[in-house]
């Protein structure tokens, strides 16, 4: 099945770091989403974007929906121990509720 | 609020069984969708039901199948199971599906089958 281009694949950053993760498609998305996954549990919804240039916050996350349409960017500020798993992007397209999910971003914090 | 939830949490099976899993939306949400979790594939979309009818299917084989009853509640069969078939299986709930709805995901169901 299809699946977007999500980068990087992993991220070892220090506590305090910044953090950035991209997700690129080849067909465009009317709507991005931005989930977390953590061991065990399901996806956790972050963000979700409407509006191509939407440029959305969520505490210390901001993700911004891409202008063509194909791509989505999640940034993370100052992290926390707390932030460690796997972040996926999923684009929705017209009026369908079917989600196409990234691959994956694996991110561990060190102290 | 309570969330999406997922019954069982984890399932053992054998080759040739088959399996139901069941999910409750939240209150108030009327589409469910289904999604398979695999290491290789990742995050794979199943199926989505709104008002008791299936509206949008992904490409998996027939062999997997669900249902919504009138109280949203859904659930998910498989048939006739294969080793492939081992995953997290997950549910998730929106208000009435489509654009502008996102979805809000369980804990899905872990299946294993020997």
């Known amino acids: 099945g299809q699946q977007l281009n999500q980068s990087p694949q992993s991220m070892f950053i220090q506590e305090g770091e910044d953090v950035s993760m991209n997700c690129t498609s080849s067909s465009i998305f009317n709507t991005w989403l931005w989930y977390k996954q953590d061991p065990g549990e399901g996806p956790v919804l972050l963000i979700a974007l409407y509006k191509a240039g939407e440029l959305t916050s969520n505490g210390r996350l901001t993700a911004q929906f891409g202008i063509t349409r194909k791509d989505s960017f999640l940034n993370i500020s100052a992290s926390i121990p707390s932030d460690v798993g796997i972040y996926f992007c999923?684009?929705?397209?017209?009026?369908?509720?079917?989600?196409?999910f990234g691959t994956g971003t694996r991110l561990q914090v060190t102290l | 609020k309570a969330g999406v939830t997922q019954t069982p949490r984890y399932l053992i099976k054998t080759r040739g069984q088959q399996v139901t899993l069941s999910c409750s939306p939240i209150s108030g949400h009327r589409s469910v969708s289904w999604y398979q979790q695999t290491p290789g594939q990742g995050l794979q979309f199943l199926f989505e039901y709104f008002s008791e009818t299936q509206r949008n299917k992904g490409n998996f084989p027939g062999r997997f199948s669900g249902r919504q009853f009138s109280n949203s509640r859904s659930e998910m069969n498989v048939s006739t199971l294969e080793l492939g078939d081992s995953a997290l299986y997950l549910c998730?709930?929106?208000?009435?599906?489509?654009?502008?709805?996102?979805?809000?995901f369980g804990d899905g169901t872990r299946l294993s089958i020997l």
């Open positions: 998730a709930s929106s208000l009435a599906g489509g654009v502008f709805q996102p979805q809000h």
């Open positions: 999923a684009g929705q397209d017209g009026t369908a509720s079917k989600l196409t």
